[in-house]
């Protein structure tokens, strides 16, 4: 190292623990904090930061409203009910404890399998396109 790098550690070394002082104090007549509040007023005493923020709102990109959701069949709504709450209610039978008939327990996990199963088999088989990755210009 030579001495200027030596003479800098040294320096932040010492210094280290010190709250810089970075800005000095404003010395204003008024205080240091009412300056700053004058300086958004324009002459006449109107709020020009007001009028920068409605000139923002303006400027502002606002997305078109989506699209509405396709409609889904019947059958679609009855295997998500079986992947959705065939395993919420096996949950719920074992957190409160509850003796569940074992022809029941059998038909729940029936339910989950045959509507995972029908969605997956119902699935679009098409490759979705490549460069498609959803956004929208």
Same mark, same amino acid.
């Given at each position: $190292?030579?001495?200027?790098?030596?003479?800098?550690?040294?320096?932040?070394? /010492?210094?280290?623990?010190?709250?810089?002082?970075?800005?000095?104090?404003?010395?204003? =007549?008024?205080?240091?904090?009412?300056?700053?509040?004058?300086?958004?007023?324009d002459r006449d005493g109107r709020d020009d930061l007001a009028e920068r923020?409605? =000139?923002?709102?303006?400027?502002?990109?606002?997305?078109?409203?989506?699209?509405?959701?396709?409609?889904?069949?019947?059958?679609?709504?009855?295997?998500?009910?079986?992947?959705?709450? =065939?395993?919420?209610?096996?949950?719920?039978?074992?957190?409160?404890?509850? /003796?569940?008939?074992?022809?029941?327990?059998?038909?729940?996990?029936?339910?989950?399998?045959?509507?995972?199963?029908?969605?997956?088999?119902? $699935?679009?088989?098409?490759?979705? /396109?490549?460069?498609?990755?959803? =956004?929208?210009?």
């Open positions: $190292m030579h001495r200027d790098d030596d003479a800098a550690w040294r320096a932040i070394v /010492d210094n280290y623990g010190e709250r810089a002082d970075l800005d000095p104090e404003p010395t204003e =007549a008024g205080g240091p904090g009412e300056a700053v509040l004058d300086d958004h007023l923020d409605e =000139a923002l709102d303006e400027d502002r990109f606002v997305p078109p409203a989506p699209p509405p959701v396709p409609p889904t069949t019947a059958d679609r709504y009855a295997a998500w009910a079986g992947v959705l709450g =065939a395993p919420v209610v096996l949950l719920a039978v074992v957190v409160l404890r509850l /003796d569940l008939p074992a022809i029941l327990g059998y038909a729940l996990i029936a339910a989950f399998v045959g509507g995972f199963g029908y969605l997956v088999a119902t $699935m679009s088989r098409e490759p979705r /396109d490549p460069g498609d990755d959803g =956004a929208r210009l």
